[in-house]
């Protein structure tokens, strides 16, 4: 809704889908059995989203430098501004997911369960399903930004239902 309105369904999704996750991860008592493939991979992907920061700054700078005024640019411009941020939460998501996964594997485990402890699972398995929230937040306004900046024909760009972005 463009910071007009609170976006109601997109906030369930955003807090309600990772909620979902770890208390179904909770009560089925997951339990990640190599969390130094986590760690590897939480990150890889920190780094990946600083440097998708740097190079959206970028773009954003090139549109602003273009000085283009027609609706298509500032709906670009609005699209990205809104990426950034996405983007950023995520970074700091994976930091978080980093630091749990390091102190889950420091704390002592019980010799019969394999794997990390349920609570500690539980928390990765949240962030992780947060970051993964984001990270489809983001690749759908930075399409949009796409198709504005690149007048990318109606029928082509995945948003025909309504016909607009």
Known sequence: MNGEHADWAARLVMWGGPVAIGMFSFLSSWRFSTPSVLLSGVALLMGGLLSTAGVLS???LKLTD????HRAADEAKRNLDEAV?????????CLASAAVIIIAMNYPVCPNAPGLNKGFSTVIAILLTYIGVLF????IRLYAAYVQVNNVP?????FVRRGSL
């Open 136 to 139: 489809l937040a983001t690749i």
């Open 154 to 158: 109606t029928k082509l760009n995945g």
């Open 66 to 69: 273009r000085d283009e005024d």
């Open 85 to 93: 941020p996405h983007v950023l939460a995520a970074c700091l998501a």
């Open 58 to 60: 970028t773009l954003r």
